[in-house]
């Protein structure tokens, strides 16, 4: 029974000694702690869990109107909290090529090229078969930048495209049996 006092009481200590700040032994119990984010300029008040506010996740914090409560001696948020926060990093992730891409709604997904992974030939070769008009001597990123803004703005029937390219595949594949027969 002492045992038990005695270890309460070493916790008290531990974070009366460093500040006021919580070790590791005070997160293992955080049935008594509270959030530590101020939501809406409200003090959350649900029960914090083992997530910590943190540089990584302050960003998607502010864009929920969310902010640390420095009066707080832990860093640990609440579950409710931490899910935003993750759903918010994921819809950036999502949203972002869309909206890039400028897609109408009804187009579910979105895909990225990356211009400045190409070979300098290649990206010769598109700005010359699209007559691209260009100043002579750009570098790779320029070149890339022209490219990439000239390829968001082809437009693309979606069904003719799928049209043409089953039947492109299909006679291929016969052209080359028939090749090889």
Not at 7 to 19: A, V
Not at 115 to 135: A, E, I, S
Not at 164 to 180: D, L, S
């Amino acid at each position: 029974m002492q045992t038990g006092t005695f270890s309460t009481t070493s916790k008290i200590s531990t974070m009366s000694t460093n500040g006021g700040f919580s070790t590791e032994d005070d997160s293992r119990s955080g049935h008594d702690q509270v959030c530590c984010l101020i939501d809406n300029n409200e003090k959350c008040q649900r029960q914090a869990g083992n997530a910590s506010y943190s540089k990584r996740i302050q960003n998607q914090a502010r864009k929920l109107k969310l902010s640390r409560d420095e009066m707080s001696p832990h860093i640990y948020i609440c579950d409710y909290h931490k899910t935003q926060i993750q759903n918010v990093r994921t819809k950036r992730k999502r949203k972002d090529s869309e909206d890039d891409q400028g897609f109408q709604d009804g187009d579910d997904e979105a895909v990225e090229i990356d211009f400045y992974q190409m070979p300098v030939n290649t990206l010769r070769r598109y700005k010359r078969h699209y007559k691209l008009n260009t100043r002579p001597g750009l570098s790779k990123a320029q070149l890339a930048d022209a490219v990439a803004s000239h390829f968001k703005t082809i437009p693309v029937v979606e069904k003719d495209t799928l049209q043409m390219f089953f039947y492109t595949t299909k006679t291929k594949r016969f052209e080359n049996k028939e090749g090889t027969s």
